[in-house]
């Protein structure tokens, strides 16, 4: 990252630890590192903030009908199954089948 945004690995620790701020200019030279928008690196104020881990979520395709459908299943009884099928699987089927690691 250091090398990407100009900065040295103890110069990039500072930011890191919150011993110097950064600086809009920096924020968008570090985007650009990342290729995302300088926008994305901020904090929304109109929304909670995510774990990474659930953030990873909607980038899989179909998690969104697959949590409403969960939610809307009005029976524990049938929601247990659905958990039993989904554990059965993830980690069965072909290679070629499974969508990439990101």
């Known amino acids: 990252m ?8 103890q110069q990039v620790q500072k930011y890191e630890r919150g011993a110097n701020r950064i600086s ?3 924020l968008v ?6 290729d995302v928008q300088p926008a994305d690196l901020l904090p929304t104020t109109d929304a909670p903030r995510l774990p990474p881990a659930i953030r990873h979520f909607a980038w899989v395709h179909g998690t969104d009908e697959l949590v409403a459908g969960y939610a ?4 524990i009884r049938h929601r247990r ?14 290679q070629e089948d499974r969508e990439p690691q990101a």
Do not use: C, H, Q, Y
């Open 2 to 9: 250091g090398s990407a945004i100009g900065l040295t690995f």
């Open 24 to 26: 809009a200019s920096m």
């Open 29 to 34: 030279r570090v985007a650009k590192a990342l």
């Open 72 to 75: 809307a299943i009005k029976s």
């Open 81 to 94: 199954a659905v958990l039993v099928l989904v554990r059965n699987l993830m980690d069965e089927g072909p």
